[in-house]
Protein backbone atom coordinates (compact mmCIF):
# COMPACT_ATOMS: atom_id res chain seq x y z
CA UNK A 1 0.00 0.00 0.00
CA UNK A 2 1.58 3.36 -1.37
CA UNK A 3 2.01 6.11 1.66
CA UNK A 4 2.50 4.06 4.52
CA UNK A 5 4.17 5.40 7.56
CA UNK A 6 5.28 4.93 11.13
CA UNK A 7 7.14 7.26 12.71
CA UNK A 8 7.61 8.99 15.79
CA UNK A 9 7.15 12.72 15.90
CA UNK A 10 10.03 14.45 17.24
CA UNK A 11 9.03 18.05 16.10
CA UNK A 12 5.89 20.34 15.19
CA UNK A 13 7.42 20.56 11.75
CA UNK A 14 6.83 17.02 11.05
CA UNK A 15 3.21 16.83 12.22
CA UNK A 16 2.45 19.89 10.13
CA UNK A 17 3.91 18.31 7.39
CA UNK A 18 2.00 15.13 7.49
CA UNK A 19 -1.06 16.76 8.06
CA UNK A 20 -0.25 18.51 4.68
CA UNK A 21 0.52 15.01 3.28
CA UNK A 22 -2.92 13.46 4.49
CA UNK A 23 -4.90 16.66 2.93
CA UNK A 24 -2.72 16.24 -0.04
CA UNK A 25 -2.78 12.59 -1.06
CA UNK A 26 -5.32 11.59 -3.53
CA UNK A 27 -3.85 7.93 -4.94
CA UNK A 28 -2.58 5.07 -3.48
CA UNK A 29 -3.32 1.33 -4.86
CA UNK A 30 -5.72 -0.89 -2.86
CA UNK A 31 -8.40 -3.21 -3.63
CA UNK A 32 -12.14 -2.84 -3.69
CA UNK A 33 -13.64 -3.08 -0.39
CA UNK A 34 -10.76 -2.60 1.43
CA UNK A 35 -10.62 -4.09 4.58
CA UNK A 36 -7.24 -5.79 6.24
CA UNK A 37 -4.27 -4.65 8.54
CA UNK A 38 -2.48 -1.97 7.66
CA UNK A 39 0.98 -1.45 9.42
CA UNK A 40 -0.52 -0.31 13.75
CA UNK A 41 -3.95 0.40 12.10
CA UNK A 42 -6.59 -2.01 10.73
CA UNK A 43 -8.98 -0.47 8.34
CA UNK A 44 -11.99 -1.00 6.53
CA UNK A 45 -13.87 0.76 3.67
CA UNK A 46 -17.25 -0.25 2.68
CA UNK A 47 -19.85 1.64 0.52
CA UNK A 48 -23.87 1.76 -0.22
CA UNK A 49 -26.16 3.77 -2.31
CA UNK A 50 -29.31 5.10 -0.40
CA UNK A 51 -31.65 8.34 -0.68
CA UNK A 52 -31.72 11.61 1.35
CA UNK A 53 -35.08 13.71 1.37
CA UNK A 54 -34.03 17.73 1.32
CA UNK A 55 -36.66 20.12 1.43
CA UNK A 56 -40.39 20.37 4.00
CA UNK A 57 -43.59 19.89 3.63
CA UNK A 58 -44.83 19.71 -0.05
CA UNK A 59 -41.14 20.64 -1.45
CA UNK A 60 -39.27 18.06 -1.39
CA UNK A 61 -36.44 16.13 -3.49
CA UNK A 62 -35.28 13.02 -3.39
CA UNK A 63 -31.32 12.65 -3.56
CA UNK A 64 -29.47 9.44 -4.44
CA UNK A 65 -26.16 9.45 -2.12
CA UNK A 66 -23.33 7.21 -1.50
CA UNK A 67 -22.97 6.18 2.20
CA UNK A 68 -19.28 5.85 3.02
CA UNK A 69 -18.07 4.39 6.14
CA UNK A 70 -14.54 3.57 7.53
CA UNK A 71 -13.45 1.82 10.17
CA UNK A 72 -10.31 2.02 11.90
CA UNK A 73 -8.71 -0.08 15.02
CA UNK A 74 -5.47 0.31 16.87
CA UNK A 75 -3.71 -2.87 16.37
CA UNK A 76 0.21 -2.48 17.10
CA UNK A 77 -0.55 0.61 19.90
CA UNK A 78 -2.10 1.40 22.69
CA UNK A 79 -5.61 2.75 21.78
CA UNK A 80 -5.49 5.27 24.18
CA UNK A 81 -4.62 9.19 24.08
CA UNK A 82 -5.41 9.24 20.33
CA UNK A 83 -6.69 11.78 18.22
CA UNK A 84 -7.59 11.08 14.55
CA UNK A 85 -8.17 13.09 11.13
CA UNK A 86 -10.43 11.11 8.40
CA UNK A 87 -10.74 12.91 4.95
CA UNK A 88 -12.31 12.00 1.95
CA UNK A 89 -11.66 13.89 -1.53
CA UNK A 90 -13.31 13.24 -4.87
CA UNK A 91 -9.94 14.09 -7.29
CA UNK A 92 -11.12 16.04 -10.00
CA UNK A 93 -13.82 17.88 -7.89
CA UNK A 94 -13.92 20.21 -5.22
CA UNK A 95 -15.91 17.78 -2.85
CA UNK A 96 -14.40 16.63 0.07
CA UNK A 97 -15.41 16.01 3.49
CA UNK A 98 -13.17 15.87 6.95
CA UNK A 99 -14.09 13.88 10.42
CA UNK A 100 -12.34 14.05 13.94
CA UNK A 101 -12.11 11.33 16.24
CA UNK A 102 -10.30 8.79 18.35
CA UNK A 103 -10.19 5.03 19.27
CA UNK A 104 -12.62 4.01 21.62
CA UNK A 105 -10.05 2.71 24.51
CA UNK A 106 -12.16 -0.56 25.17
CA UNK A 107 -13.16 -1.43 21.79
CA UNK A 108 -9.75 -0.19 20.18
CA UNK A 109 -11.83 0.96 17.25
CA UNK A 110 -13.54 4.15 15.71
CA UNK A 111 -15.72 4.23 13.09
CA UNK A 112 -16.47 7.46 10.71
CA UNK A 113 -19.07 7.80 7.97
CA UNK A 114 -20.12 10.22 5.36
CA UNK A 115 -22.63 11.10 2.76
CA UNK A 116 -21.83 11.46 -0.80
CA UNK A 117 -24.72 13.43 -2.45
CA UNK A 118 -25.38 12.70 -6.30
CA UNK A 119 -21.89 11.14 -6.18
CA UNK A 120 -20.58 11.49 -10.43
CA UNK A 121 -20.11 8.72 -12.64
CA UNK A 122 -16.57 6.86 -13.04
CA UNK A 123 -15.30 8.95 -10.06
CA UNK A 124 -13.26 7.80 -7.50
CA UNK A 125 -13.32 8.00 -3.70
CA UNK A 126 -9.68 9.03 -1.74
CA UNK A 127 -10.14 8.72 1.97
CA UNK A 128 -6.83 9.84 3.89
CA UNK A 129 -6.72 9.05 7.60
CA UNK A 130 -4.07 10.08 10.37
CA UNK A 131 -3.66 8.80 13.95
CA UNK A 132 -1.49 10.94 16.23
CA UNK A 133 -0.58 9.69 19.99
CA UNK A 134 0.64 11.52 22.93
CA UNK A 135 3.27 10.06 23.16
CA UNK A 136 4.30 11.23 20.18
CA UNK A 137 3.69 8.72 17.62
CA UNK A 138 1.92 9.15 14.34
CA UNK A 139 0.66 6.86 11.21
CA UNK A 140 -1.23 7.83 8.17
CA UNK A 141 -2.19 6.18 5.02
CA UNK A 142 -4.57 6.66 1.77
CA UNK A 143 -7.02 4.21 0.74
CA UNK A 144 -9.13 4.37 -2.80
CA UNK A 145 -11.58 2.72 -4.49
CA UNK A 146 -14.08 3.72 -7.49
CA UNK A 147 -17.16 5.93 -5.93
CA UNK A 148 -20.62 4.00 -6.33
CA UNK A 149 -22.72 5.83 -9.13
CA UNK A 150 -25.69 5.87 -7.30
CA UNK A 151 -29.11 6.95 -8.74
CA UNK A 152 -32.84 6.43 -7.96
CA UNK A 153 -32.65 2.92 -9.74
CA UNK A 154 -29.15 1.66 -8.09
CA UNK A 155 -30.19 2.82 -4.13
CA UNK A 156 -29.34 -1.42 -3.24
CA UNK A 157 -25.85 -1.02 -5.16
CA UNK A 158 -22.99 -1.62 -2.33
CA UNK A 159 -19.74 -2.45 -1.90
CA UNK A 160 -18.88 -4.23 1.34
CA UNK A 161 -15.88 -5.23 3.85
CA UNK A 162 -15.50 -8.56 4.66
CA UNK A 163 -17.39 -8.73 8.33
CA UNK A 164 -16.12 -11.52 10.06
CA UNK A 165 -20.09 -11.92 11.80
CA UNK A 166 -23.36 -12.64 10.22
CA UNK A 167 -25.43 -9.92 10.87
CA UNK A 168 -29.57 -10.30 11.56
CA UNK A 169 -31.58 -7.32 12.36
CA UNK A 170 -35.11 -7.68 14.06
CA UNK A 171 -37.43 -5.25 14.91
CA UNK A 172 -40.54 -4.94 17.34
CA UNK A 173 -42.59 -1.88 17.68
CA UNK A 174 -43.80 -0.77 20.89
CA UNK A 175 -44.55 2.45 23.09
CA UNK A 176 -43.45 3.70 26.17
CA UNK A 177 -44.68 6.28 28.53
CA UNK A 178 -42.45 9.56 29.30
CA UNK A 179 -44.56 11.12 31.46
CA UNK A 180 -45.45 10.91 35.20
CA UNK A 181 -48.81 9.95 37.15
CA UNK A 182 -51.58 11.38 35.90
CA UNK A 183 -50.10 12.73 33.02
CA UNK A 184 -49.01 10.09 30.74
CA UNK A 185 -46.72 10.65 27.73
CA UNK A 186 -47.13 7.76 25.44
CA UNK A 187 -44.52 7.49 22.12
CA UNK A 188 -43.68 5.00 19.85
CA UNK A 189 -40.25 3.49 20.09
CA UNK A 190 -38.59 0.31 18.50
CA UNK A 191 -36.95 -2.23 20.26
CA UNK A 192 -33.95 -3.44 17.70
CA UNK A 193 -32.76 -7.02 18.42
CA UNK A 194 -29.36 -7.58 16.70
CA UNK A 195 -28.00 -11.38 16.50
CA UNK A 196 -24.42 -12.27 15.85
CA UNK A 197 -22.97 -15.26 14.43
CA UNK A 198 -19.83 -16.81 12.79
CA UNK A 199 -18.27 -19.35 11.16
CA UNK A 200 -17.53 -22.48 13.57
CA UNK A 201 -14.02 -22.28 13.05
CA UNK A 202 -13.99 -19.12 15.11
CA UNK A 203 -15.95 -20.45 17.70
CA UNK A 204 -13.15 -20.89 20.35
CA UNK A 205 -11.89 -16.91 19.54
CA UNK A 206 -15.31 -15.38 20.40
CA UNK A 207 -16.75 -17.49 23.14
CA UNK A 208 -17.18 -15.42 26.34
CA UNK A 209 -15.63 -12.52 24.10
CA UNK A 210 -16.78 -8.60 24.30
CA UNK A 211 -19.03 -7.65 21.65
CA UNK A 212 -20.89 -3.92 20.71
CA UNK A 213 -23.73 -2.81 18.59
CA UNK A 214 -23.79 0.53 17.82
CA UNK A 215 -26.30 2.85 15.04
CA UNK A 216 -26.80 5.80 13.51
CA UNK A 217 -29.54 6.95 11.39
CA UNK A 218 -27.90 9.19 8.53
CA UNK A 219 -29.53 12.32 8.33
CA UNK A 220 -31.27 12.13 11.80
CA UNK A 221 -29.11 10.27 14.52
CA UNK A 222 -25.33 10.70 15.12
CA UNK A 223 -23.43 7.68 15.99
CA UNK A 224 -24.52 5.91 19.18
CA UNK A 225 -23.32 3.40 21.83
CA UNK A 226 -26.04 0.87 21.78
CA UNK A 227 -25.53 -1.82 24.01
CA UNK A 228 -22.76 -4.23 24.98
CA UNK A 229 -22.52 -7.75 25.81
CA UNK A 230 -20.84 -11.39 26.03
CA UNK A 231 -20.64 -13.98 23.67
CA UNK A 232 -21.92 -16.62 24.40
CA UNK A 233 -20.03 -20.33 24.84
CA UNK A 234 -20.87 -21.05 20.96
CA UNK A 235 -19.82 -17.33 20.47
CA UNK A 236 -23.29 -16.18 19.44
CA UNK A 237 -24.71 -13.17 20.55
CA UNK A 238 -27.96 -11.25 21.18
CA UNK A 239 -28.19 -7.81 21.95
CA UNK A 240 -31.34 -5.41 21.58
CA UNK A 241 -31.69 -1.68 22.44
CA UNK A 242 -34.52 0.56 22.27
CA UNK A 243 -34.88 3.89 20.12
CA UNK A 244 -37.60 6.13 20.96
CA UNK A 245 -39.42 7.97 17.91
CA UNK A 246 -37.15 6.71 15.00
CA UNK A 247 -38.11 8.48 11.79
CA UNK A 248 -40.29 5.51 10.13
CA UNK A 249 -38.74 4.19 6.93
CA UNK A 250 -35.54 5.91 7.12
CA UNK A 251 -32.08 3.78 7.15
CA UNK A 252 -30.72 2.42 10.13
CA UNK A 253 -27.19 1.52 9.83
CA UNK A 254 -25.89 -1.02 12.79
CA UNK A 255 -22.18 -1.49 13.91
CA UNK A 256 -20.81 -4.82 15.61
CA UNK A 257 -17.74 -4.94 17.13
CA UNK A 258 -16.20 -8.26 18.61
CA UNK A 259 -13.12 -8.78 20.67
CA UNK A 260 -11.48 -11.48 19.80
CA UNK A 261 -9.31 -14.00 22.28
CA UNK A 262 -6.26 -12.28 20.38
CA UNK A 263 -7.16 -9.03 21.57
CA UNK A 264 -8.37 -8.03 18.02
CA UNK A 265 -11.75 -5.75 17.08
CA UNK A 266 -13.38 -7.11 14.20
CA UNK A 267 -16.77 -5.24 12.96
CA UNK A 268 -19.70 -6.14 10.87
CA UNK A 269 -22.04 -3.90 9.43
CA UNK A 270 -25.41 -3.85 8.17
CA UNK A 271 -28.23 -1.07 7.56
CA UNK A 272 -32.30 -1.97 7.49
CA UNK A 273 -35.29 0.05 6.49
CA UNK A 274 -36.80 1.03 9.75
CA UNK A 275 -40.23 -0.04 10.49
CA UNK A 276 -42.28 1.13 13.29
Not at 75 to 103: C, E, M, W
Not at 141 to 167: E, F, I, K, M
Request: some cysteine; aromatic content about 10%; proline content about 6%.
Amino acid sequence: MAGRTWRTWRTCRALVASLAVLIGLTAAATSPAFAGLNGPVAAYLDQHCGTDTIGSGTTTIAVPVDRVTLNLEAVGHDPANSKITAVYTIPGTSRYGTLFGQFDPARGNVTFNYTVGSPPPGATLSLSYEVVWTDGTYYNNTLTQALLHCTPDSTGAAVRWNDHTYTTVFQQCTSVNLGSGTRPLWVRAEDVTVHLSHDAVDTAAFAGRPVWADYWIPGHKAYTSGVSATADSTGETWLTFRMIAPPTGAELDILSSVRDSSTRTYPGHTWVTISC
